[in-house]
């Protein structure tokens, strides 16, 4: 159980263009879901939670027009980065909480490897 | 701000030997630490975790213990294998107003566990 599906898995395109990410709860519902970038040899670092029906909550310094986040259904959520750069290159990793309660455990897809020529 | 420091960043030890992974925390309000493993290129795992409400919990050769005064947490691996390689997470989750909680992450320990 607890399964999350992230797609695609690798992204390879050129800079300036959008592109999607969808991260869905496959087995069970998520009302919260959350949107991480990893950097190679580093730690996790939340770019934002996704809340269904409403606005995501984005962490400080984190472009809100640049990423944007929907969260259409208690099993999907999207991330889409909007034209992107180099710099946008990065492993991005969602992940969808089990149960309302914050103290629950969170589960995470297999992540989108983003490069961006 | 809210913090979790993880230590060591690397751990190497022989096959059938403990490995013990260290962290702390600064939110005396959290309540939940959980702990990832994610192989390279792959997904975090969630291994095990625990609530504040015990200080020990186990599950076959993983175990946490868990010191709320100290704001301190840590993961024991018991006669490791080769397949225990890879890097391990904690992580504290911290409230904030409404539903806007989230896990804190610490830094990552790279266990590397030799034949």
């Known amino acids: 159980g607890a399964v999350v599906s992230q797609h695609p898995s690798w992204v390879i395109c050129k800079s300036g263009t959008s592109v999607k990410i969808e991260c869905r709860s496959l087995?069970?519902?998520?009302?919260?879901m959350f949107w991480y970038r990893q950097f190679p040899k580093q730690s996790l670092m939340l770019m934002a939670t996704?809340?269904?029906?409403?606005?995501?909550?984005?962490e400080q310094g984190v472009e809100k027009d640049k990423f944007l986040i929907n969260h259409a259904s208690l099993t999907l959520s999207t991330l889409t980065v909007t034209s992107a750069h180099p710099e946008d290159s990065s492993f991005y990793i969602c992940?969808?909480?089990?149960?309302?309660?914050?103290?629950?455990?969170?589960?995470f897809g297999d992540g989108t490897r983003l490069s961006i020529l | 701000g809210e913090n979790v420091e993880q230590h060591p960043s690397t751990l190497s030890v022989q096959e059938g030997d403990s490995a013990v992974i260290k962290c702390t925390y600064s939110?005396?309000?959290?309540?939940?630490f959980p702990w990832y493993k994610q192989e390279l290129g792959k997904r975090p795992q969630l291994i095990i975790d625990?609530?504040?409400?015990?200080g020990e919990k186990k599950d076959q050769r993983i175990a946490v213990t868990l010191n709320k005064t100290a704001k301190h947490f840590s993961l024991h691996i018991t006669e490791t294998q080769p397949e225990d390689s890879a890097v391990y997470f904690c992580?504290?989750?911290?409230?904030?107003?409404?539903?806007?909680?989230?896990?804190?992450f610490g830094q990552g320990t790279t266990l590397q566990v030799k034949p």
């Open positions: 625990i609530r504040s409400n015990v």
């Open positions: 992580a504290a989750y911290v409230y904030g107003s409404g539903n806007t909680g989230k896990l804190i």
């Open positions: 996704s809340n269904e029906g409403s606005k995501a909550t984005y």
């Open positions: 087995d069970f519902q998520a009302t919260t």
């Open positions: 992940s969808a909480r089990v149960g309302g309660g914050g103290n629950q455990p969170q589960h």
């Open positions: 939110d005396s309000a959290s309540n939940y």
